[in-house]
């Protein structure tokens, strides 16, 4: 049986798990160039905080079209929900206008240019 990204979120996709990170790592080659040196390094050090808060789950970044750097924690564990380091990073992140957008499996903040 295949590994699929399928979820009840809308927008999921139904293809294969490999077929899904192979697009994204193609979208992000591409995106990346719409974006200048500095609002690329404060989505990596934006990265680096929500990697170390979400310690127990999957955080990555997307680079978006539509003028957003996007970093997404799939999954994210109940105990993590409660930790002062989450607490610290969503302090940080109304400070600074990145948004914070709750799904069903995931959270998913946006960094707008």
């Not at 979400?54 to 564990?77: C, G, H, M, Q």
């Amino acid at each position: 049986m295949t590994k699929t990204f399928k979820d009840l979120e809308e927008g999921r996709s139904k293809q294969a798990a490999w077929a899904c990170v192979a697009d994204a790592k193609k979208r992000n080659e591409k995106n990346v160039k719409m974006f200048t040196p500095e609002q690329i390094l404060a989505g990596e050090k934006f990265l680096q905080l929500a990697q170390n808060a979400w310690f127990r789950s999957r955080v990555y970044l997307n680079y978006r079209e539509t003028n957003f750097i996007a970093i997404k924690v799939d999954k994210p564990t109940a105990s993590d929900k409660l930790s002062p380091a989450v607490e610290a990073l969503d302090a940080f992140a109304a400070e600074n206008g990145i948004e914070k957008c709750v799904r069903s499996t995931s959270y998913i903040y946006r960094i707008a240019f």
